[in-house]
């Protein structure tokens, strides 16, 4: 795959991550990826210039340049990009990481000779430890999945879904990392106001989350087995659980979750 060509439209800190990541693992040649972004957005490219990426503020000139092409753009400006490559596409894999845009939608926005694929990545990408799904759209095979298992496989977690469980999935896992930075931030506050050193109390906060999160994944074992492990009779931590139970933890994060998702059904229509 070092070899593919790759066009980035976008370039903000969802595409420049993926194209950090997918460099940095070898995964793609820095000289085989081209982003393009607005003359007025020029700064965004740098990052990826340094890495020796090509730049460009034509979008036509990275689609022309590219095998796969990523739609890193934010949803709304999604049909603004597209009037100009509507049906100028020459059989190149279309990657969309636009929320709440359907491929039905993204084929209509851009026309014939694309193979689309959808994708839903989170921020994580950033460091490797992300949480992408996708689906395959009009056009796309096989072979088209195997490439897109690759390129975010190498930058966290990979899985391939129904395109009917993608909002779902961006309820839980796409907007997922801001609640995770909401309950970080308040463990440490807790932990300064009991009298921890703030570097301290954050570090503590996120490794205990980063711990969890592992045993999880590396033990598939179920969370609740998991966390009736770390409570003793009497304890601390049953203390700590009844409090979270008495404040509504879980049917405040079940709604968390319903709220993005359905959002993002919202976006789509």
Known sequence: MSSMK??????????????QGWVGKGVVAANQVMASVPEKDA????????????ATNDNMEAVSFADVVVLGVKPGVVPFVAKDLHNKGKGQLLISVAAGIDTKK?????????????AMPNTAVTVGEGATVYCLGEGA????????????SSVGFCERVQEGQI????????SGPAY????LEAMADEGVRQGLERNISYSLAAQT???AGRMVLDTGTHPGVLKDEVTSPGGSTIAALRALELGGLRGIMMSAVSAASDRCRDMNK
């Open 6 to 19: 790759v066009g980035i439209i976008g370039a903000g800190k969802m595409a420049g991550a993926l194209v």
């Open 43 to 54: 700064k965004l490219l740098k990052p990826l210039q340094d890495l020796g990426c090509l």
């Open 106 to 118: 993204i084929q209509q926005y851009f026309g014939s000779d694309w193979r689309f694929v959808r």
């Open 141 to 152: 095979g096989q072979a088209d999945g195997q490439i897109v298992q690759k390129l975010f």
């Open 167 to 174: 909002d779902a999935v961006t309820g839980v896992s796409g």
């Open 180 to 183: 995770m930075y909401l309950i």
């Open 209 to 211: 989350m980063v711990g």
